[in-house]
């Protein structure tokens, strides 16, 4: 297994372009795909905290809380950390009174600089998990007071909380970045899928990835297209966005993401009933070097313990390239926020007499991907995946 991981981090590069070819190929039937409408939507909710530095007055949102005061100090304004549990921006706090460290993880949706940070009472420098400190750091030193544990403002912006003063007020600022699913899974029987999502007008623009056999995920927005803007939905002001993706046979994810919005995973099944309409799905480099019949399908079902054959010939003036690899990966639903494609197994499958055979067989029931890869002794450009069979195993 070391080896097929060693061969998937050294073609990622070389199949991210190969990925784009067999996207290519696949989307430029516009005519295949059926629309999905606002499948997700992408927005802030803002939040803010007013505190009087006298009478310890608080304001959350419009709602009246009591609370510890800040207190000030050298011209330095500290919060309690009972102040921060009241809000929801942050997770979790804990004190180590042996180490005399604060622990603070915030809400992912706030998208932070950092979302999980340490401070120690006494020292001006802001640690992370390893317990080495930001470097260029300081602030002022948190303290304890009565028993009670302050951090200066100043600090909370490395966890995504913007902190002012003015008037005997002290003022927190935060918002939450959400990204909603409206429509996480459908079902088409096309090669393509095309959906629309909304987000808010001054957030950055989202962009669509598709899974890659290799690890990782390849996309983005450059063929995306903005159709509506200042649309008035829940009192923001939203764009919405239309994206168009290939799609391989079997089940696929896809993932927005965005710098401002995090991301979510989406599920698209297509569905295939007719096998002999699938041929395989060879990359552009890939071409340069093996064929398949006709007959070839890109999309296989076999019963358990099933035999899938992998069969082609090489291009003219490609004989004496020696073995193509393959790597066979499982399609695992519980995994799509990293990746679906879970390695099975590997191999080699040598060619002799311009031609190329092999077979692997499946045991247990789900989809698979098999993907063929270059052989070693071809330029760097041309090398990573060539071709691509999905098998449903039932």
Not at 38 to 66: C, W
Not at 188 to 210: I, R, W
Request: net charge positive; hydrophobic share 35%.
């Amino acid at each position: 297994m070391k080896t097929c991981m060693a061969l998937l981090m050294s073609v990622m590069l070389a199949f991210g372009s190969g990925s784009s070819s067999f996207a290519q190929e696949s989307a430029s039937s516009s005519h295949t795909t059926n629309e999905k409408l606002d499948v997700a939507k992408m927005y802030r909710v803002s939040h803010e905290l007013i505190m009087d530095v006298n009478s310890g007055q608080a304001v959350l949102d419009g709602r009246t809380l009591s609370l510890d005061k800040p207190i000030m100090k050298n011209g330095r304004v500290f919060v309690p950390l009972r102040t921060l549990r009241a809000t929801e921006a942050v997770n979790l706090l804990k004190f180590d009174a042996s180490t005399q460290q604060v622990q603070v993880i915030m809400n992912s949706e706030l998208k932070p600089p950092f979302e999980q940070l340490f401070f120690r009472v006494g020292s001006d420098k802001v640690y992370m998990e390893d317990g080495s400190a930001l470097p260029g750091t300081t602030i002022a030193k948190p303290l304890i007071a009565k028993g009670v544990t302050y951090i200066p403002i100043q600090a909370l912006t490395y966890v995504g909380i913007s902190p002012a003063t003015a008037k005997q007020k002290v003022t927190l600022k935060w918002s939450n970045k959400v990204l909603e699913l409206l429509q996480p899974k459908w079902e088409t029987d096309k090669d393509s899928t095309t959906f629309t999502m909304l987000y808010q007008k001054d957030m950055n623009t989202p962009s669509v990835a598709t899974a890659l056999s290799g690890g990782g995920w390849v996309g983005g927005n450059d063929h995306a297209k903005v159709l509506k803007q200042d649309i008035s939905l829940d009192g923001r002001q939203y764009n919405r966005i239309k994206f168009t993706l290939p799609l391989r046979p079997g089940p696929n994810a896809l993932k927005i993401t965005a710098v401002s919005g995090g991301e979510k995973t989406l599920s698209v099944m297509r569905k295939v009933s007719n096998e002999s309409t699938l041929p395989i799905r060879v990359s552009d480099e890939g071409k340069k070097y093996i064929a398949f019949d006709q007959s070839a399908s890109g999309y296989v079902g076999t019963p358990q313990g099933g035999s899938i054959d992998i069969a082609g010939r090489m291009v003219a003036g490609n004989e004496e390239l020696g073995a193509l690899s393959f790597t066979v990966q499982q399609y695992d639903d519980q995994a799509v926020k990293t990746n679906p494609y879970k390695d099975i197994k590997e191999g080699k499958i040598p060619i002799q007499d311009q031609s190329f055979k092999g077979s692997v067989k499946l045991q247990h029931k789900g989809y698979y991907l098999i993907t063929l890869y270059s052989t070693d002794n071809v330029p760097a450009f041309d090398r990573g995946a060539w071709a691509e069979i999905v098998v449903e195993v039932y």
